[in-house]
């Protein structure tokens, strides 16, 4: 079973599709289906139940074009977030966006703020602009969230 991160899942595992692994190897999509509502992934190569195993916890990476955008204008892939300034809506610095949580009730934003994470749900209330041109995301958090 795989537990999809991406809104494609019939185009990142369509049977030819290829991704790395946390360890650097390539694995190549034979087939792929869903099966009592998971996603079940056949990798050329991966044998048996030993060999699937193996693959359990890892993550995998899709090798995309610097330039590739999601078809969405209000997608962002987690590898153009990471890293942005977050600031408010008077230009005060938060801080950077460290990670990308993918929870079950939404998306959130982990933002080091001097040294302190804080946890931004990533919704249009809290988080209405992304600019992936100037690499920022300006923030409108509930009050005592963040404290500038």
């Given at each position: ?51 699937a195993?193996?693959?359990?916890g ?10 590739a ?5 209000e ?10 300034r ?10 950077l ?5 993918h ?31 100037t ?14």
């Amino acid at each position: 079973m795989v537990e999809p991160r991406t809104d494609e899942p019939d185009v990142r595992f369509a049977p030819g599709a290829s991704m790395v692994d946390d360890e650097g190897r390539t694995l190549v999509v034979e087939e792929s289906h869903v099966h009592s509502g998971r996603l079940r992934v056949k990798f050329q190569g991966i044998v048996g139940r030993e060999g699937a195993e193996g693959l359990r916890g890892r993550i995998l990476h899709v090798e995309r074009a610097d330039d590739a955008r999601p078809s969405d204008p209000e997608e962002f892939y987690d590898t153009e977030l990471i890293g942005m300034r977050a600031v408010l809506p008077d230009g005060a610095y938060v801080g950077l966006v460290r990670e990308v949580l993918h929870l079950p009730g939404q998306d959130v934003l982990a933002i080091d703020h001097d040294g302190r994470e804080i946890l931004v749900p990533f919704i249009a209330d809290f988080v209405p602009t992304v600019d992936v041109v100037t690499r920022e995301i300006r923030l409108t958090p509930p009050p005592g969230l963040v404290d500038p």
